[in-house]
């Protein structure tokens, strides 16, 4: 049998990052409130991985990739799925930069309605005790070239408290 030559992957458009940072509270607590497990995360108290001189971390740190694929959302999949998206006269599918600019929007509006709004107490008593919340989305400029804040999502993001933080990055 021939080998066969696989395509080379394509690179994400971007990718939707969930930080916390607390003055104590535990790594467990925070991952089972959301029922998302950590990428990475380390307890205050706990001692630092380094082995520097006995040092401890002085703060929690929680972090997980976010997935609004995953969520439920009033999105048509048509809409929604790179590559199903058409024009309204069902021409030709959009360009990859229109796709992934419509897929960002999309996927932060899903994720502030689906996913942070109903972690909304949990992340007032976090911000409360000290902590922050950010959503971190991490841009591939080579696959989207601008986007749109619209205001529902700024406001939505407003009456959370959570600030967003974008980092932008070529292929």
């Known amino acids: 049998m021939e ?11 971007f990718e939707l990052v ?18 998302i497990s950590a ?3 380390f307890k205050a108290g ?3 991985k380094s082995g520097a001189g ?16 995953s969520w439920p959302a009033d999105i048509s999949v048509h809409s929604y799925i790179p590559g199903l998206a058409l024009t309204p006269t069902g021409g030709a599918t959009e360009t990859l930069s229109e ?7 999309r996927a932060l509006s899903v ?33 989207v070239g601008g986007f749109t804040l619209t205001p529902e999502l700024g406001r939505e993001m407003n009456t959370l408290g959570v600030p967003i933080d974008f980092e932008f990055a070529p292929a």
């Open 46 to 48: 706990e001692p630092r």
């Open 18 to 35: 969930l930080r916390i940072r607390h003055p104590s509270m535990d790594p467990e607590e925070i991952s089972a409130q959301l029922q």
């Open 111 to 143: 994720c502030a309605t689906r996913f942070m709004r109903p972690h909304r107490d949990f992340f007032r008593r976090i911000q409360s005790e000290g902590g922050q919340v950010r959503l971190l989305v991490e841009v591939n400029t080579a696959a």
């Open 3 to 13: 080998a066969r030559e696989l395509p080379e992957p394509q690179p994400q458009a």
């Open 99 to 105: 796709m992934a600019k419509t897929v960002l929007g």
């Open 39 to 41: 990428e990475h995360c």
């Open 54 to 69: 006995g040092s401890v971390y002085t703060e929690t740190y929680w972090l997980a990739t976010l997935n609004p694929g």
